[in-house]
């Protein structure tokens, strides 16, 4: 059985300047927490100036790693037991991302909600769109526990999703042949409409007395198994010869854009 995690982190649009700099700071202590100073523990004046500079941090942070390629300044700003938090072997570093403002829009004693308006750039794609990230206190400073995204501008249709898939090869069903069975399971990032996603590719085909829920290239994820939303956790299982070339697509909904999300290469491909 083989295994792979891919995220896509595509589509992004003209730069604008930054409402406020990215910052290299750590991430500032909740409003409940006796830390209020940096590590030295002077006092930070910034946090005193904007009590929600300490909730905007994290975000600022994560998407400046991001630009500099930075998996371990992305991790850093995500609590530990998120299913959200990027890994090494799911982050494709494309483009550049710019945050043009950030809002708190709520905030409690352990959680709060920041809305940032992003710009993605890259050299062929760009959008913009806002994300509201749920953030928890963890360890006397706040952190990301999830992210998703609110609206979206590009032209009449929405960027494509920020996900990361999983991909299981397991030949056990077949009998000892090299053709097996392919389960694609979403393992985090954003949730998508299922009716948008698409198995495509060479490959794909069906295998006697095997049953699986794609048998034929271009099956949307919403005919295969009737789900409306795709969301971390949710598989689709496609039986393909040891050559395939499958890959996952996302169609946006006015049917002007396609772009691949991942690519799975057979044992023998």
Known sequence: MQRRRFLQLSGVCESVALAGCLTDESD?????????????GTETEAV??????DLTTPV??????????????????FHPDSDARPTEDGVSFQGQVTISATTVSDRGGES???EADLVYE???????????????????????WSQGVTSSDSGGSSPPPQIAFEFEYDTSATGGSDDGVLTV?????????????FLRGSGIVELDGVETDVTVPDTS????????????GTSVSLSVTSDCEVS?????????????????????A
């Open 185 to 197: 399971t979403h393992t985090a990032g954003d949730t998508a409409d299922a009716a948008l996603l």
């Open 60 to 77: 600022e942070t994560l998407w400046e790693a991001y630009n500099e390629a930075d998996i371990d300044g992305m991790q850093a700003v």
């Open 122 to 144: 890259t050299a062929t794609d760009r959008s913009k769109r806002t994300e509201t990230y749920e953030l928890r206190a963890y360890e006397s400073r706040w952190v990301i």
């Open 221 to 232: 994820w919403s005919d295969a198994t009737g789900v409306e939303d795709v969301s971390a």
């Open 48 to 53: 005193d100036e904007n009590p929600d500079s």
């Open 112 to 114: 709060a909600t920041v």
């Open 28 to 40: 500032g202590a909740p409003a409940d927490s006796a830390s209020t100073g940096t590590e030295s």
């Open 248 to 268: 996952v697509v996302w169609d946006s909904s006015d049917g002007d854009d396609s772009t691949v999300l991942t690519q799975y290469d057979g044992p023998d």
